[in-house]
C-alpha cells in the first residue's frame, strides 16, 4: 500500500509498519544520520505523532526508542470512521444486534466471493497466501506475508475500518472466516495479533493441517 506522506514524516511509515524503532535503526532505513534521524523525530514529537522511550538491554548502553502515538496511528486512513459508526449504531438501536450481525455476515459471504474469484486456479498454499495479501494490501491493510518454519504469518499493519471493528467485533470474526475459507480445507488460521485488542498490528498464523 503506497501512503503519500511528506519526506519529512517517512519515519511514521516505518514506525506503522516495523513497530518501535531505535534511533539508529530509523536513521538507517531514513538514509540519513542519526542527528538527521532524530531532528525529524523531534519535530514529529513536537506535533504529538511520536514519543520515545529508553531501553536497557544487556550491558550495551540504552536505547532510545521511537514509537507512534495514538494521533500518530491516526494519520493513516480509517475508511469513513465517523460515519460508519453511526450507521453500525443505528442498525444496532433500530434493528437489533441480531440484524447488525446478519448484514455483516452477507457482507463477508460477498467478500469471500470476490477474493475466490481473484485466487482462481491458485491451488498451492503459498500461492493463495500471497495472493490474499496482495488483495489485503490494495484494500489498504499494508499487509505483507513471511514462510518460516511453522508455516505462514500474514501481517496486517493497518486496519483502514478500525472503528468500525472496534464498534462491532463482527466485522473481526467475519474476516477471520474469510480467511478460513479462502484458505481452504485443512488449513488453519489464528489470529495471534489483534488491532483492536492492543496490538500494533493484526497478524494470523497459518498452518497446513
Partial sequence: MKMTLPDNER?????????????????KDLNVSTEGARFQLIKLSN???????????????????WSLTQLGHARFPDTHAELTVRLIRKMQDTLGEAALLEVIEANG??????????????????????????IRDEEGYMADYSKDEEGYLLVENHCPICAAATACLGF???????????????VSVERVEHIVKGGR???YRIKQQ
Fill in 11 to 27: 519515519a511514521l511509515m516505518l514506525l506503522k509498519t516495523k513497530g518501535p524503532q531505535p534511533l539508529v535503526s530509523l536513521a
Fill in 172 to 186: 473481526c470474526r467475519s474476516e477471520l472466516e474469510t480467511f478460513q475459507t479462502v484458505l481452504g480445507d485443512g
Fill in 201 to 203: 498490528r493484526c497478524a
Fill in 109 to 134: 459471504k460477498d467478500g469471500q466471493q470476490k477474493y475466490l474469484h481473484k485466487l482462481n486456479g491458485v491451488r498451492d498454499l503459498e500461492g493463495r497466501v500471497s495472493g490474499l495479501a496482495k
Fill in 47 to 65: 506535533d504529538g505523532l511520536v514519543e520515545t522511550h529508553t531501553e536497557s538491554k544487556g550491558k550495551g548502553r540504552p536505547q532510545q526508542v
